[in-house]
């Protein structure tokens, strides 16, 4: 019961009307970037962090406008998913299967409004689970010592790779590359410079959102200058959105498999290093075998629509659980929330529950409230988001590059920033051309810090003993977990991987 | 072939970033660990990585064209000048500038892109700076 009155807390918070605008403009601006092909969840939030701090907002506030971004970006994917057969980020990409015939056969209108249902459902019972499994997680997480962190660190390396790329040597070799930048600047321990060079700048450290920003979003630009999409945006206005409403038996019909998938995206969530695309792949792969007794699938099913949306709403919801209660995100759009709270001073992890439940309750009623205002947001209003679709890349990504010019320097004020975020720029294009993912690094650069001290504190507290971090029962079964996790993809990561890249379109976007 | 190179980069980055990891200098204050031990273990998992993806590399990614490489590189060209201009001639002239070329690029044509660029430009103005009150840089004539 108690996690209801701390609810109850939590929407006494979200329920002011700065938080509830914040909450409207989120939903807003993240379904219109979710639903532009080359935009995703995690350069949506990325964009728009620095906005936030120049902004002045707190805490609560911050995370309620960017948490109502990465849920509105995994509702608005599937727009164009839909129309366009284009996903509109990663984790659509199963949509576009069973959505594009279904609008083909004249049916859009329905599959959108059936997709946002079960968006709905996805992302709503993920929120429950977050509720009551992440406490559960803290119990836990409150056990760790230094040694155990060094390993869940290590953990979440480890297992990242298994399903972010398909080689595992170019994960590990962005994770060490992330980690690496991490220790550039003063030691926070002893206080002398590493890897500075003698520049001043860099005796901070990097900013990791200037390293966010240039790996997400202004690479985005470079690959769109390298292939210049100009004949993508031909005849989008053809399509026929039809009528806006799901007809009852087609509920009913795919209620179980929504309850499904929301169960199997919602775990494919809190799995580190999965996060939705994951989610939303297996949840289409099991209703195939499942329900496809007519092998209807692929034709413009309603079940191939319901499926893969409820699955990645529920893992976006699931991704939040190892975020808050052990502060390693599961997937690429966390580690930038992540990122959020790093640099508004909160630590997140186990004391994260205790010391500032106002943040954690404001949140989870945040993502309730930003839940129903996305609900009806995409059922009748889905119309202004199509024709937003018909923004042209050619000005709409100038218009991406300059945002992020603006957030860097609002929060830095200084050209130095600017030029290492094209530095980063350039640095994600190269490595997303070839294969490297972005998100280890994202994530070495965000914890390279927390774990290197927690290395040093171990060390120091064992009087120089290496064999502490694996002296207790709980780290040596996280480093278990940690090898098989790494291991495991080696065998069956690789045919998983490629029969998802299979159905990929040519964008590939950043992970989610 | 891309992968072999990449490879090789990677392992003569890791092998600069244990020597300059060799290189910090100690302080007499340290603890057990001091500040050298975790950029080797660093260094160590980037050139075992390296080494794996030298040995077994993915087949070559489709690099673009010259003519690709080289539209790349004057946009990157272009944002650095935006970078350094921004502070010297404002907000609204640099980003008009810099949007209206990354416009041009992208496939609008020339008065289209000037008209898109300034529009961009202002209209950024507008919201971040007018609404939203951040503080953008200032140039000569104040904006």
Same mark, same amino acid.
């Given at each position: 019961m108690e996690t209801f009155a701390s609810l109850a807390d939590g929407f006494a918070i979200a329920l002011t009307w700065q938080n509830l605008l914040l909450a409207l403009l989120g939903c807003f601006l993240g379904t219109i970037m979710g639903a532009?092909? %080359?935009?995703g969840p995690s350069n949506g939030v990325a964009i728009l962090i620095p906005l936030a701090f120049t902004l002045g907002l707190g805490a609560t506030p911050s995370l309620i406008l960017l948490t109502s971004v990465y849920y509105g970006a995994m509702y608005g994917g599937r727009i164009s998913s839909i129309l366009l057969n284009i996903p509109g980020d990663e984790p659509a990409m199963m949509t576009c299967l069973d959505g594009y015939p279904m609008a083909q056969k004249g049916m859009a209108g329905q599959a959108l409004s059936l997709s946002g249902v079960a968006s709905f459902v996805g992302a709503f019972f993920a929120t429950w689970g977050l509720i009551f499994l992440a406490p559960q997680l803290v119990k836990i997480a409150l056990l760790f010592g230094p040694a155990e962190y060094f390993a869940l660190f290590a953990l979440a390396f480890m297992t990242l790779g298994g399903v972010s790329s398909t080689n595992q040597a170019k994960s590990a070799f962005a994770a060490a590359l992330g980690l690496g930048l991490a220790t550039?600047?003063?030691? *926070?321990? *002893?206080g002398v410079p590493r890897f500075t060079f003698g520049e001043v700048h860099l005796y901070d450290g990097l900013d990791f959102l200037v390293a966010i920003v240039g790996l997400f979003a202004l690479s985005e630009v470079f690959i769109f200058l390298e +292939?210049?999409? %100009?004949? !993508?945006? !031909?005849? +989008?206005? +053809?399509v026929k959105v039809g009528r806006l409403t799901p007809p009852l038996s087609m509920l009913k019909e795919t209620a179980p498999t929504m309850m499904r998938s929301t169960g199997l995206g919602f775990l494919a969530g809190v799995l580190? %290093?999965?996060?939705?695309s994951l989610g939303s792949f297996i949840s289409y792969s099991m209703e195939k075998r499942l329900v496809d007794k007519d092998k209807t699938f692929g034709t413009g099913d309603p079940r191939g629509v319901a499926a893969p949306e409820a699955g990645n709403n529920a893992a976006a919801g699931g991704a939040l659980v190892p975020m808050l209660a052990l502060g390693v995100p599961g997937s690429g759009t966390t580690a930038v929330l992540l990122a959020v709270l790093l640099s508004l001073n909160i630590t997140p992890g186990p004391l994260l529950f205790s010391q500032n439940p106002d943040v954690v309750w404001g949140l989870i009623a945040a993502l309730f409230i930003a839940n129903f205002m996305l609900l009806a947001m995409n059922i009748p209003m889905v119309g202004l988001f199509t024709r937003v679709l018909m923004v042209p890349p050619r000005i709409l990504m100038p218009v991406v590059a300059m945002v992020s010019f603006v957030g860097i320097y609002g929060i830095s004020g200084s050209s130095f920033d600017l030029l290492v975020m094209i530095g980063f720029g350039v640095m994600g294009w190269v490595l997303r051309k070839l294969d490297v993912p972005l998100v280890p690094i994202i994530l070495g650069t965000l914890l390279g810090n927390t774990m290197e001290n927690n290395l040093r504190r171990a060390i120091t507290i064992s009087n120089g003993d290496w064999f502490t971090l694996i002296d207790s029962p709980l780290s040596i079964a996280l480093w278990v977990i940690a090898i098989i996790g790494f291991v495991l993809p080696l065998i069956i990561g690789r045919k998983v991987k490629s029969q998802m890249h299979a159905s990929r379109d040519q964008e590939g976007s950043v992970a989610d | 072939m891309s992968d072999r190179i990449f490879g090789v980069v990677g392992i003569l980055l890791a092998v600069s970033f244990a020597f300059a990891a060799l290189a910090i200098e100690e302080s007499f204050?340290?603890?057990?660990?001091?500040? +050298?031990a975790f950029p080797l273990i660093v260094a160590t998992v980037l050139g075992i990585s390296s080494l794996f993806i030298a040995l077994k590399p993915d087949a070559a990614p489709q690099w673009p064209s010259l003519g690709r490489l080289v539209e790349i590189g004057a946009a990157v060209v272009v944002m650095i000048l935006y970078a350094e201009l921004l502070p010297v001639i404002g907000f609204v002239f640099a980003t008009a500038f810099a949007a209206t070329y990354l416009t041009w690029r992208l496939g609008s044509g020339p008065i289209a892109s000037v008209v898109t660029g300034l529009c961009t430009s202002v209209g950024i103005y507008v919201v971040f700076h007018l609404v939203l009150g951040l503080s953008l840089a200032r140039g000569p004539l104040g904006f």
């Open positions: 532009l092909p %080359g935009l550039i600047g003063v030691d *926070t321990q *002893t +292939k210049r999409h %100009g004949s !993508a945006d !031909a005849d +989008k206005s +053809k580190p %290093g999965a996060g939705a | 204050l340290s603890d057990a660990v001091g500040p +050298k």
